[in-house]
Antibody
Framework: EVQLLQSGGGLVQPGGSLRLSCATS????????MTWVRQAPEKGLEWVAS????????YYPDSVKGRFSISRDTSKNTLFLQMDYLRADDTALYYC??????????????WGQGSLVTVSS | DIQMTQSPSTLSASVGDRVTITCRAS??????LAWYQQKPGKAPKLLIY???TLQSGVPSTFSGSGSGTEFTLTIGSLQPDDFAIYYC?????????FGPGTKVDIK
């Protein structure tokens, strides 16, 4: 059974840092693509970062490039999102998600439960 | 960046109704489109990928069609469990982008 269990959210001041974790099981984490998607309060879904399938190439939208970093520890089957220079508009529920094996691209078939990040002074 | 739009933004319907949601991309994305369902307080759930392929375990009342820039999600007979927000997502190019969502609520 595929499971994604997130941890690491919380309240942080503007300009601060936070690291989210996503512990996985039930699939070959070392070769599957993974992603982070966020959802601001009462808003839609926004893609935040992806790490490649079978390699460690990383991808970011301009809104977080240079501030956020996605990585993984294959020995612990855990995905991370390091968030630096946080801003108020980074406040959101952050989801980790697993790339589907059959979708011929980055569609996401399993999701974590979400981690709330609040950026406020 | 590829912009995704959805219509309508809200749809009021009754159990048993046939419902159609439209998603449009600002440029061709071939068939690299996914549909997700999200209920309050829950993570999104993948319904359809490659525009028309039903994800394992998703009821056959859901169907998808389209290619290029115009896509549709159809719920053949709306069930009580289907009242939710539906999002499309293109995965043809980075940055990945989602539509703004369509809320399906009870008439």
């Amino acid at each position: 059974e595929v499971q994604l269990l997130q941890s690491g959210g919380g309240l942080v001041q503007p300009g601060g840092s936070l690291r989210l974790s996503c512990a996985t099981s039930g699939f070959p984490f070392n070769i599957d693509g993974m992603t982070w998607v966020r959802q601001a309060p009462e808003k839609g879904l926004e893609w935040v970062a992806s790490i490649g399938r079978g390699d460690d190439r990383t991808y970011y939208p301009d809104s977080v490039k240079g501030r956020f970093s996605i990585s993984r520890d294959t020995s612990k089957n855990t995905l991370f999102l390091q968030m630096d220079y946080l801003r108020a508009d980074d406040t959101a529920l952050y989801y980790c998600a697993k790339r589907s094996e059959v979708a011929d691209g980055s569609a996401f078939d399993y999701w974590g439960q979400g981690s709330l990040v609040t950026v406020s002074s | 960046d590829i912009q995704m739009t959805q219509s309508p933004s809200t749809l009021s319907a009754s159990v048993g109704d046939r419902v159609t949601i439209t998603c449009r991309a600002s440029q061709s994305i071939s068939n690299r489109l996914a549909w997700y369902q999200q209920k309050p307080g829950k993570a999104p759930k993948l319904l359809i990928y490659k525009a028309s392929t039903l994800q394992s375990g998703v009821p056959s009342t859901f169907s998808g069609s389209g290619s290029g820039t115009e896509f549709t999600l159809t719920i053949g007979s709306l069930q009580p469990d289907d009242f939710a927000i539906y999002y499309c997502q293109q995965y043809n190019l980075f940055p990945l982008t989602f539509g703004p969502g369509t809320k399906v609520d009870i008439k």
